[in-house]
């Protein structure tokens, strides 16, 4: 399949993720352009821009998107956990890769981003080193799939892996925001549903000299944040609100920072 073809099967999806979460409402926040960026909430004030509303991929095991929309981990408690590299519940199997420690943490958009929100929950979903993700593209695992409530600080806490790079998308991670933790294990909406990307350059050293990671290298090469289709129609301001932070080193382990600016 040629890249191009690809790049327009990834738009025709977000479209449609697009258009269908409008369609059935989403949570009760008001939407607008911010920026270039298709589905954003509606801006903040002063230099803090809302996150945008992102397409929740064919794989969120979610119950509600995706291929198949039976596949729904939000339906087990055991999803409920900070380390989301083992499978859980009655699947085996644990996620390889370069350890990453991550912290997302939701504040208040229309507070010019310096009020953390307390009390959300984020269910955080990603691919494996090889670019597979749970449940679909492997079908005997469930990792890299966890749901975690936000502190008094509206910081919640994953500890997970870099992932793969495959081919079509640069490096990145899902998420949905929820109003509680019960909210989001009883099967309400969610808030938002957004994606952060990875740093190119630590990603770039990692699948260089780490053989888990496969054909990462060369999807990078092919597919970096700027070709990305969710992240490419933002702004340079916008990718990098988009974009992780990430310190330490591959032997270490990284820890990555994200921050997820709610329109109430």
């Known amino acids: 399949m040629t890249d191009r073809i690809v790049s327009q099967l990834a738009q025709d999806i977000e479209r449609r993720r697009f258009l269908t979460g409008v369609a059935s409402g989403l949570g009760g926040l008001a939407l ?40 729904n981990v939000l339906a087990n408690r055991d999803v409920v956990r900070r380390d989301i590299r083992p499978s859980f519940g009655e699947f085996e199997g644990v996620a390889e890769g370069v350890a990453l420690a991550l912290e997302l943490q939701i504040v208040d958009a229309g507070l010019g981003c310096s009020s953390p929100l307390a009390g959300y929950a984020i269910y955080l979903w990603q691919n494996d080193a090889a670019g597979d993700y749970s449940l679909y593209n492997r079908r005997d695992v469930n990792y890299l799939r966890g749901l975690q409530d936000c502190d008094a600080q509206g910081t ?58 496969g054909d990462s290298i060369s999807n990078l090469e092919r597919w970096p944040i700027a070709r990305d289709f969710v992240f490419r129609d933002g702004d340079a301001e916008m990718r990098a609100m988009q974009t992780l932070t990430l310190e330490g080193s591959q032997d270490s382990g990284f820890r990555g920072t994200g921050r997820i600016a709610l329109q109430g």
């Open 32 to 71: 607008a352009a911010c920026g270039s960026s298709a589905g954003a909430q509606v801006a903040g004030t002063g230099n803090c821009r809302a996150t945008p509303w992102e397409t929740d991929g064919p794989y969120p095991a979610d119950g509600r998107g995706g291929r198949d929309r039976r596949i």
């Open 156 to 213: 919640a806490r994953f500890t997970s892996i870099l992932p793969g790079c495959y081919g079509g998308r640069s490096p990145h991670c899902h998420f949905e925001v929820f109003s509680s933790m019960e909210a989001a294990l009883s099967g309400e909406q969610s808030l938002l549903t957004g994606q952060f990307a990875f740093p190119e350059a630590e990603c770039r050293q990692v699948y260089l000299s780490d053989a888990r990671y």
